[in-house]
Nanobody, 117 residues
Framework: QVQLVESGGGLVQPGGSLRLSCVAS????????MAWYRQAPGKERELVAR???????NYASSVKGRFTISRTNAKKTVYLQMNSLKPEDTAVYYC???????????WGQGTQVTVSS
């Protein structure tokens, strides 16, 4: 059984930084692409950043240059470093482990990020 556990969310002032972590268990972590999504109140869940098994990355245009996704396969962990945070970054952030069929992918429980003064 695959489990993804996120941590690192919290309340931060605009311009601040946070680092989210997601630890995976129950799968061969290095084999799969990983991603971070977010969902703000009243909005659909959106892709924030993705990293392949070979560590190629891509980002939503809204976070490019501010957020960095990375992975440490030995620790079965994916990270999201978030800098220059804005109020519009406020959302629940979810970790995702991809499968060939999107419906078969795995999700974490989410971690709240709130950017407010």
């Amino acid at each position: 059984q695959v489990q993804l556990v996120e941590s690192g969310g919290g309340l931060v002032q605009p311009g601040g930084s946070l680092r989210l972590s997601c630890v995976a268990s129950g799968s061969i972590f290095s084999r799969y692409a990983m991603a971070w999504y977010r969902q703000a109140p009243g909005k659909e869940r959106e892709l924030v950043a993705r990293i392949t098994s070979l560590s190629s990355t891509n980002y939503a245009s809204s976070v490019k240059g501010r957020f960095t996704i990375s992975r440490t396969n030995a620790k079965k962990t994916v990270y999201l470093q978030m800098n220059s945070l804005k109020p519009e970054d406020t959302a629940v952030y979810y970790c995702n482990q991809e499968r060939s069929s999107p419906g078969d992918s795995y999700w974490g429980q989410g971690t709240q990020v709130t950017v407010s003064s």
